[in-house]
């Protein structure tokens, strides 16, 4: 006689039905842990991937962003050559013309003007004639008082840094545009 057939037909089958459950979750958490490791390895290869997306974004915005920085760089350096060259001329024109008012104040020259021809025949105190050893030919000439002369070369070099100043903020605008 064997020991199952010494236990009562009900708790067989109680004994049958508990096995079957225990079989049956066993099978059931068996699926549940290949589904996890399934999903599992879906769900790493999705991080792996955002985080590949991610690290090209990052890349590409880092390479344009470095791409800006060289265009600002070149503009920069545009820029200082034309401020370094609009100085130059600013300092050359103050230069010169420093230079020609102290020939002006040291009467080393002088500034003349010619005069109306029918302004000079109605008018006889200015010569028509050159003075002896002058170069001058030709139409009637008056020299400008030294003062005057001073004045008119302080208002030609306003006017030469102004139109200087002028020529430095067109450039600038020009390359700014250029760059946009």
Not at 61 to 77: F, S, V
Not at 165 to 174: E, F, G, H, N, P
Request: aromatic share 4%.
């Amino acid at each position: 006689m064997r020991v199952v057939d010494l236990i009562p037909a009900p708790y067989r089958l109680l004994a049958k039905g508990v096995l079957l459950a225990g079989l049956a979750a066993g099978s059931a958490m068996a699926a549940w842990q290949v589904q996890d490791w399934r999903y599992g390895r879906q769900l790493e290869q999705q991080a792996r991937l955002q985080a590949e997306r991610l690290n090209q974004q990052t890349l590409a915005a880092a390479a344009q962003q470095q791409a800006e920085q060289a265009k600002r760089l070149a503009l920069e350096q545009r820029l200082s050559a034309s401020e370094q060259t609009h100085y130059r001329a600013l300092s050359d024109a103050q230069r010169d013309q420093g230079r020609l008012r102290d020939r002006l104040a040291t009467a080393d020259l002088r500034l003349s003007v010619l005069l109306d021809a029918t302004a000079a025949a109605s008018d006889r105190t200015v010569s028509a004639a050159t003075a002896a050893g002058s170069v001058v030919h030709g139409a009637t000439r008056a020299q400008l008082d030294p003062a005057h002369a001073q004045r008119i070369i302080g208002i030609t070099d306003t006017g030469d840094q102004g139109l200087i100043a002028l020529a430095a903020c067109q450039s600038y605008v020009r390359e700014v545009n250029a760059r946009n």
